[in-house]
């Protein structure tokens, strides 16, 4: 079973910095691409940021561009986002996923609540 864990988030002010991580239970180089995904309330999970097998390639959110940044540890199959200038709209549960190479199930965490206040 593999296992998917958030940790990072809380409370912060808008305008304030905040940095999620991830870590996964799996062999090296078993994941593909890793990413962050978020859901408010009411609303559908959406995709924030995606980071490719290498950590070379990366796709944002148009919503996250220029204010979040996703890395890497390809060694460790851990995956950052950090969050800068954050806004309200940005409260939301925060996933980390992991794709794995071989295989159609993706890996999915608990989830890091994030709440941003004005």
């Known amino acids: 079973q593999v296992q998917v864990v958030e940790s990072g988030g809380g409370l912060v002010q808008a305008g304030g910095s905040l940095r999620l991580s991830c870590a996964t239970s799996t062999r090296i180089f078993s994941i593909s691409s890793m990413g962050w995904y978020r859901q408010a309330p009411g609303q559908q999970r959406e995709l924030v940021a995606i980071i490719d097998a290498s950590g070379r390639n990366t796709r944002y959110a148009d919503s996250a561009k220029g204010r979040f940044t996703i890395s890497r540890d390809i060694y460790k199959n851990t995956v950052n986002l950090q969050m800068n200038n954050v806004k309200p709209e940005d409260t939301a549960v925060y996933y980390c996923?992991?794709?794995?190479?071989?295989?159609?199930?993706?890996?999915w965490g608990q989830g890091t609540q994030v709440t941003v206040s004005s």
């Open positions: 996923v992991a794709k794995p190479r071989v295989g159609d199930t993706d890996y």
